[in-house]
């Protein structure tokens, strides 16, 4: 332990202060880290701490220390030595955010994250790793989404970051986190193999079921330098932008497997045979049932799965309703949960297949309501539209073109009525309407009811339905993507970065659902949202204790937790650091 000088420039005059150094070993070499800041020293105080730096410690190999460290202060020899401290001057500085940063690398240590980079990374230059720089990446986008640039001038600098990894704040700028970009996307398949196996392991997982789904998110900018961003069909409302397709494959908790990525124009349906296939080549082929919604079928499809021995559950477009006109009027149906029925069906062709009849009242009040909501919608707007006919003399075809645009804007009742546009003898437009009775009879009829398609001929029809509803899971994972995680808009322009940008935001998912599994163990329930929140308010500072002899003693301390914090790390198995180490950046 020796004092170094240091220098600092201030409003233009260049200002010098004493540090206290400890060397140290590490794997890589010797190193050095500054125990405190000991401010301004005029010689003779400057002299104090060093002859007080060379006092040898038997217990430490002859490491030189301090006569108020820890363990001399602690000492019980009636010799010891006492430093007088100024109450009334004692400070903190540098509060900076710790337990957000703090329990995402827990979590990346817990699943083995930092050990896969530090394996598959490059050393990189200027003795910063490229795997540090990669969780870096991790870790704000699960504490708080943004971009590179904002990490770089902010969101680092303002977190413990800088101690917990051990990559001073002048290591990090934007384009080296653009680097780290590129770095991570070669080794995408390599981390979901990874993931997968790791998360099984620890939590016994099981993948008899895997949830398929796709979303889109959609780019800020003309994207002209990434051929996959096209315009589609916008699950975001924004038609106006071009987008990308996110594939995702979950397992029955919501754990994800994998995930592919295609051009924003691809419909869903044609990804159901790569997707499948890309799962089986890279975890192998087994007795899985794959679940997905109606916007996979396809005949296509299902002959694939068919042919290859696949089990599955699709749901099915209600138009395949009509088919069963007859089992929907029979009243033997059996009751799987609390306001949900179901109905096992033959097929209709006679094969293999079995249909799943189901009823559920949540659904059928959300039908009636939305219903209503248009039809009372097409009946204002018809009689806006007659009365501006009684009023004034008005083209048929104008008067034609506003019911169309009045039914279009109103899809789900405009079926209901059967609107007549006439011209009478003074060329004047006449709008009449009648309703389709027949039509309300079976809307009323098939209000909460939906039909699947399965070829698992061993599970009852509560365990069918049951897996089927797992697929929310997947719905879930989109929407934390989203909302919690931020994946879109996605502001990069080019293939790679946007592929990179994906797979981190993939990598924060993991995370997220590695908490959510912790906390599920740990009976705090199954949102990881509010337990991240809480534990997120901790705090790391600075506490500057001012000497008798001119000397301040700074330590580098984490906030006490409050009693629900201290809960929450109990129940979690998570110790806090009382004292961190005050190294040299």
Request: aromatic share 8%; proline share 3%.
């Amino acid at each position: 332990m020796f004092v170094r000088p240091c220098y600092r420039m201030k409003d233009g005059k260049r200002h010098s202060y004493w540090a206290l150094v400890e060397s140290y070993r590490t794997e890589r070499g010797p190193r050095q880290r500054v125990v405190s800041y000991l401010g301004r020293l005029d010689e003779e105080g400057r002299l104090g701490v060093q002859e007080a730096a060379t006092a040898k410690s038997e217990e430490n190999d002859g490491q030189q220390r301090l006569p108020f460290a820890d363990d001399v202060l602690q000492d019980e020899s009636p010799d010891r030595r006492w430093v007088t401290v100024n109450a009334s001057a004692v400070r903190v500085e540098n509060c900076v955010q710790f337990g957000g940063p703090w329990l995402a690398l827990e979590l990346i240590k817990k699943i083995g994250l930092d050990d896969f980079f530090h394996k598959h990374l490059p050393a990189g230059r200027a003795n910063v790793h490229w795997s540090s720089i990669a969780l870096v990446l991790v870790i704000c986008r699960l504490c708080k989404p943004s971009s590179e640039l904002y990490i770089a001038e902010h969101f680092y600098r303002e977190t413990a970051l800088a101690q917990l990894l051990g990559v001073p704040e002048s290591k990090i700028y934007e384009m080296r986190l653009y680097r780290a970009l590129d770095e991570i996307l070669p080794h995408k398949e390599k981390l979901e193999v990874f993931l997968k196996n790791r998360l099984g392991e620890l939590f016994e997982l099981e993948y008899d079921l895997l949830l398929y789904d796709v979303t889109s998110t959609y780019f800020e900018g003309q994207a002209k330098g990434n051929p996959k961003a096209k315009h589609g069909y916008s699950r975001d409302k924004r038609s106006d932008c071009k987008q990308v397709c996110i594939a995702l494959v979950v397992s029955r908790c919501g754990m994800p497997m994998g995930y592919e990525v295609f051009d924003g124009n691809r419909r869903d349906s044609t990804t159901v045979e790569e997707i499948v296939k890309t799962m089986e080549s890279r975890y192998g082929k087994s007795n899985r049932v794959w679940i997905m919604d109606r916007g996979m079928l396809s005949e296509d499809n299902i002959t694939f799965l068919k042919e290859g021995g696949r089990r599955y559950i699709i749901g099915t477009p209600k138009s395949m309703l009509k088919q069963f006109e007859t089992q929907l009027r029979e009243k033997s149906w059996d009751h799987v949960r609390e306001g949900v029925e179901v109905k096992l069906c033959p097929s209709p062709e006679g094969d293999e297949e079995t249909f799943i009849l189901c009823r559920s009242r949540d659904r059928l009040e959300k039908e009636q309501a939305i219903f209503a909501r248009f039809e009372s919608r097409i009946e204002e707007g018809l009689n806006k539209i007659k009365s501006s006919c009684d009023k004034k003399k008005q083209s048929p075809v104008k008067i034609a073109e506003r019911v169309g645009r009045l039914k279009g804007a109103n899809s789900r009742a405009a079926r209901l009525v059967d609107v007549k546009v006439e011209e009478d003898h003074d060329g004047r437009a006449k709008l009449t309407w009648t309703k389709k009775d027949s039509l309300r009879e079976w809307i009323t009829l098939t209000d909460g009811c939906y039909v699947l398609r399965s070829n698992v001929k061993d599970w009852t029809n509560e365990d069918l339905w049951h897996a089927y509803m797992q697929l929310t899971e997947a719905e879930l994972a989109f929407r934390i993507q989203k909302s919690d995680l931020r994946i879109r808009p996605i502001w990069h322009q080019k293939e790679d970065r946007v592929l990179a940008h994906i797979l981190v935001c993939f990598l924060a998912y993991v995370l997220w659902k590695t908490l959510a599994q912790l906390c599920r163990r740990a009976g705090l329930g199954d949102e990881p949202r509010r337990v991240f929140d809480e534990l997120g308010e901790l705090r790391m500072v600075d506490v500057i204790l001012p000497t008798s002899e001119g000397i301040d003693i700074r330590r580098r301390c984490v906030s006490r937790p409050n009693e629900h914090q201290t809960i929450l790390l109990e129940q979690l198995g998570l110790a806090l650091p009382q004292h961190l180490e005050i190294t040299q950046m």
